[in-house]
């Protein structure tokens, strides 16, 4: 409801337009009125035809203010707590690994070694499936020249296929980190590796301190052979001599296990581990397993 100054406002102007004759016929007598009763500057106001006077916008324009108002005390607040930036650190670092263990890295070589393996068996298949026609098929050399040139198209291609079969052995074609809950309260590692005949073996870490660096060509880790726990000051760990733990073990495309990765520990501390069937020992992967941090890129 528009106050009250308003409404008169409103009433005088219409008047004005309907007795603007008059009113300039009286002039004298207006001014005279004018001056007794109320100041020129607010009669003057009053007889503007200008229905803008109003100001529909006048709550906005209180609104606007409220909200600048409330920026300010917002931009000028006091800078947060320690206890709420460590908060917010902690929440992020749990975004941080929650992100990594819904995260699948996949090797950017799989696909290459996947038609190099092919490529290299069709050729080993080939040249072995042909070898005999060179001793049928009608020519001048000797049989010693025939099974010379035979066996050396045999052996070239079965060396290139091993060679193959033994450089893409450790590639890792998919790796994943395993949940603490789902590991026994520690942090795992799911690793998957292709055969030559592109058969797949998931090899499972529960422990990755036993991954250690390996003098192997084209692999990067290895399962360690003797491990040796720190003091007992600085590892909570307690094992007894003879106590045995599977370390790491490997299953086929169908969750049957092919082989364990087994330690037997001794005295101070000290393990020997050996292995039980066929484990995946040895592998290979673009990633860095201690910086978890770049499977997120």
Same mark, same amino acid.
């Given at each position: 409801?528009?106050?009250?100054?308003?409404?008169?406002?409103?009433?005088?102007?219409?008047?004005?337009?309907?007795?603007?004759?008059?009113?300039?016929?009286?002039?004298?007598?207006?001014?005279?009125?004018?001056?007794?009763?109320?100041?020129? !500057?607010?009669?003057?106001?009053?007889?503007?035809?200008?229905?803008?006077?109003?100001?529909?916008?006048?709550?906005?324009?209180?609104?606007?203010?409220?909200?600048?108002?409330?920026?300010?005390?917002?931009?000028?607040?006091?800078?947060?707590?320690?206890?709420?930036?460590?908060?917010?650190?902690?929440?992020?670092?749990?975004?941080?690994?929650?992100?990594? #263990?819904?995260? &699948?890295?996949?090797?950017?070589?799989?696909?290459?070694?996947?038609?190099?393996?092919?490529?290299?068996?069709?050729?080993?298949?080939?040249?072995?499936? !042909?070898?005999?026609?060179?001793?049928?098929?009608?020519?001048?050399?000797?049989?010693?020249?025939?099974?010379?040139?035979?066996?050396?198209?045999?052996?070239?291609?079965?060396?290139?296929?091993?060679?193959?079969?033994?450089?893409?052995?450790? #590639?890792?074609?998919?790796?994943?980190?395993?949940?603490?809950?789902?590991?026994?309260?520690?942090?795992?590692?799911?690793?998957?590796?292709?055969?030559?005949?592109?058969?797949?073996?998931?090899?499972?870490?529960?422990?990755?301190?036993? &991954?250690?660096?390996?003098?192997?060509?084209?692999?990067?880790?290895?399962?360690?052979?003797?491990?040796?726990?720190?003091?007992?000051?600085?590892?909570?760990?307690?094992?007894?001599?003879?106590?045995?733990?599977?370390?790491?073990?490997?299953?086929?495309?169908?969750?049957?296990?092919?082989?364990?990765?087994?330690?037997?520990?001794?005295?101070?501390?000290?393990?020997?581990?050996?292995?039980?069937?066929?484990?995946?020992?040895?592998?290979?992967?673009?990633?860095?397993?201690?910086?978890?941090?770049?499977?997120?890129?």
């Amino acid at each position: 409801m528009l106050s009250r100054p308003l409404l008169l406002q409103r009433r005088l102007i219409p008047q004005t337009t309907a007795t603007s004759s008059r009113l300039l016929g009286n002039a004298t007598l207006r001014r005279t009125v004018t001056s007794k009763c109320t100041p020129p !500057l607010h009669f003057a106001s009053a007889l503007k035809p200008t229905p803008s006077l109003v100001v529909p916008c006048r709550p906005f324009s209180v609104s606007f203010v409220r909200r600048s108002v409330a920026a300010e005390a917002a931009t000028t607040a006091t800078p947060p707590s320690e206890s709420t930036t460590s908060k917010d650190n902690v929440a992020e670092q749990n975004q941080d690994s929650d992100d990594i #263990y819904n995260k &699948l890295y996949v090797g950017p070589l799989e696909s290459t070694f996947r038609r190099l393996k092919i490529f290299s068996l069709a050729s080993l298949t080939l040249s072995t499936t !042909l070898a005999p026609f060179i001793f049928v098929i009608e020519s001048n050399l000797p049989p010693t020249a025939r099974l010379a040139l035979a066996s050396i198209a045999i052996t070239t291609s079965a060396t290139s296929t091993g060679l193959v079969a033994w450089v893409g052995k450790p #590639y890792v074609t998919r790796l994943r980190y395993i949940r603490p809950e789902e590991n026994g309260g520690a942090e795992g590692i799911e690793m998957t590796t292709m055969s030559l005949f592109m058969k797949e073996s998931v090899t499972t870490v529960y422990d990755p301190s036993f &991954l250690v660096e390996t003098r192997r060509a084209f692999a990067k880790w290895e399962l360690a052979q003797k491990v040796v726990l720190p003091k007992e000051e600085e590892c909570p760990r307690q094992v007894t001599p003879g106590q045995e733990e599977t370390i790491a073990e490997t299953r086929d495309k169908g969750g049957n296990p092919i082989g364990r990765w087994v330690v037997t520990w001794g005295e101070n501390g000290e393990g020997t581990c050996r292995e039980l069937g066929h484990v995946v020992r040895q592998v290979f992967s673009t990633i860095s397993l201690s910086q978890r941090t770049s499977m997120l890129t």
